[in-house]
């Protein structure tokens, strides 16, 4: 018998769904295959169908969003990308629950290891020396800081418009927080 690929993509779906509604509550130790698969309306072999166990299902959302930002980045007119273009990608709709998963309280440090890993340097325009010793640094000052502002945007349920909070960034890397500290 022939499976149907958009019911497949749909059971497929269902599981990563419930996952990182799960992911975003505990952390992933505490999930079980079993509860995902109740809370799906499938039993634990359809979840073997799809994935090995909890941590293949982990990468396969991590590579699932990473893939859509390189294509989104890919489809982008031919310029250098800034990190914000690259945070603008994530801002989809579609991409909320994964994002509140991955970046929530129980979330990945290594998926934030490897979002900073993909954004390449040519994709920052920071005005910083290269082959400088401080480089490093301010490179990592840059993309900790957006990514950790990033997630706290997601985490408030994104309690700014993407415009207000894309210029925030942008005015805090300009100017720093005393303008708003200002009357």
């Known amino acids: ?46 979840f073997y169908q799809y994935f090995t166990d909890i941590y293949d299902l982990l990468d396969s959302v991590e590579n699932d969003l990473m893939n859509d930002m390189k294509k989104e980045l890919a489809n982008q007119e031919l310029s250098i990308h800034t990190f914000q273009d690259t ?35 040519g994709q920052l325009e920071l005005n910083v020396p290269q082959n400088d010793a401080l480089t490093p640094y301010f490179i990592e000052f ?3 800081t957006s990514l950790s502002l990033f997630r706290l945007w997601i985490q408030r349920q994104k309690d700014l ?15 720093g927080i005393t303008p708003y500290f200002k009357e």
């Open 1 to 46: 018998m022939k499976k149907q690929p958009q019911i497949t993509e749909k059971t497929r779906q269902t599981f990563i769904e419930v996952f990182c509604e799960l992911y975003s509550q505990k952390p992933i130790e505490k999930i079980s295959v079993q509860e995902i698969a109740n809370k799906s309306g499938y039993n634990r072999s359809t």
């Open 87 to 121: 945070l603008y990608c994530l801002d989809k709709r579609e991409h909320l629950l994964v994002l509140n998963a991955l970046l929530g309280d129980y979330g990945s440090a290594r998926f934030l290891k490897r979002l900073k890993k993909e954004i390449t340097l």
């Open 142 to 144: 840059y993309l900790t």
């Open 161 to 175: 418009s993407s415009e207000q909070f894309f210029k925030l960034v942008e005015n805090l890397y300009s100017s």
